[in-house]
DNA sequence: TAGGTATTTTAGTTATTGCTTAAATAATGT
DNA sequence: ACATTATTTAAGCAATAACTAAAATACCTA
C-alpha cells in the first residue's frame, strides 16, 4: 500500500476493487489516447494539425511560414508527431509533404471539431 | 520574416496568407482547446477523469486508493484539472467530491469515448 | 562534381512537469 | 482545547519539453 488509505465513509476495498478492475481493462487504449492527446495538447502541434486537416498536406516550409516558425523546430515538432503516428510522411524529390495519418485522422477531426462547437469555457 | 524562406513550387505568399487568416479565425478556440488536451494528456490524469466519468464523483482518497498514488500527487493533478475547467470541487464535511464539469463534460466523454472503440493504433 | 535547397539531427539552454516530503488548513469528534 | 482525518500547499529535485544555433544528410540542377 503506496500511501495511507483514508477511513471514509464511502467507498470500501470491494468498490475500490471494482474501480481498479475497470481501469485496467481500458488501460491500454487509455494509455494510448494520453500519448495522441500529450501531442496534440501542444499549442504549436495542435494549430500544425488544424492546418493539416486543412489542406490535406503541406511540406516543412509551408507549415514554418504559416506559423512563422524555426523550420528547425517545426521539424521537431512533426517528428513526434509522426513518431507518435497521427501524421505520416511522404517524399517527393527533397520537399516531404506530411499529411495526417489514415488511422488517427478520425479521431484529430472529432478533436478539432471541438475546437469551433465547443464554445470553450475559459478557464478560471 | 522570422526564418528563410523556402523557394519551392507549391505554395505562394498568397497562400501561406490564406491559411494563416484561416487559423488566426480559429485560434483562441485552439488555444483553448490546447489546454484542455495538454490536461488530458497525462497518463494518470486522463485515469482519473476516466474514473470520474465512470463513477460520476470522487474524493481524493478515493482516486489516490485506486491509482495507488501519493494523495498530494493526486490532490495536485485534481488541482491542475480544477484550474483548466475540466473538473468541480463539491466540498461536504471534510472530504472534497470532484467530478466532472458540465461545461467540459461533453468533451471529456467524446475524448474517452476514443479510448475505448478507436483501436489505439500503436505509435511507431 | 559543385552548389544550392529542403529537411533532419545534434547539442546546449531554459522552462515546465510530476513527484516526494514535510508543513499548513480545515473540519470532526471527544 | 485537543487529537484525528481529509485535503492542500510549499519546497526541492529529477526528468522532460521546446526552442536556438550549428552541423549533417539528401536531393536536385547546372
Known sequence: MISSSCIRVFADTA???????????????LAALAAVLSLAGNRVRLQMLFLLAQEQQLCVCDLADVLQMNVSA????LRKLKDGGVIQARK????????LSAAQQPLIHSLL????T???TSAR
Open 113 to 116: 471539431a471541438a475546437a469551433s
Open 74 to 77: 517545426i521539424s521537431q515538432h
Open 92 to 99: 517527393v524529390g527533397q520537399t516531404v509533404f506530411y499529411s
Open 15 to 29: 468498490y475500490i476493487e471494482q474501480c481498479q478492475q475497470r481501469l485496467a481493462s481500458v488501460e491500454p487504449g
Open 118 to 120: 465547443s464554445h470553450a
